[in-house]
């Protein structure tokens, strides 16, 4: 069964720093594409962060420069690094392949506020 645990987030105020992770088991996450979603409150899902099966990555250009996505293929996990953050990026994060093709998991909830 495929399980996909998000973790790290938060309330953190603007200029600060969070770093989520996501624990993969149930497919060989070592082969696939991983990416970081987020969706914020009325808005549509979208992708952030993309990292390929061997390290190249892409941002969306709303975080890039500030987000760094890594991922560990000893451990099945991704990670995502979130610096300078804005209110803007308030939202439920998610991690799932780079094409969505898994069940989503749970989540989690990254607030930027003062």
């Known amino acids: 069964q495929v399980q996909l645990v998000e973790s790290g987030g938060g309330l953190v105020q603007p200029g600060g720093s969070l770093r989520l992770s996501c624990a993969t088991s149930g497919f060989i996450f070592g082969i696939n594409a991983m990416a970081w979603y987020r969706q914020a409150p009325g808005k549509e899902r979208e992708l952030v962060a993309y990292i390929s099966s061997v390290g190249d990555t892409n941002y969306a250009a709303s975080v890039k420069g500030r987000f760094t996505i890594s991922r560990d293929n000893s451990k099945n996990t991704l990670y995502l690094q979130m610096n300078s953050l804005k209110p803007e990026d308030t939202a439920i994060y998610y991690c799932?392949?780079?094409?969505?093709?898994?069940?989503w998991g749970q989540g989690t909830q990254v607030t930027c506020s003062s």
């Open positions: 799932n392949t780079a094409t969505g093709s898994r069940d």
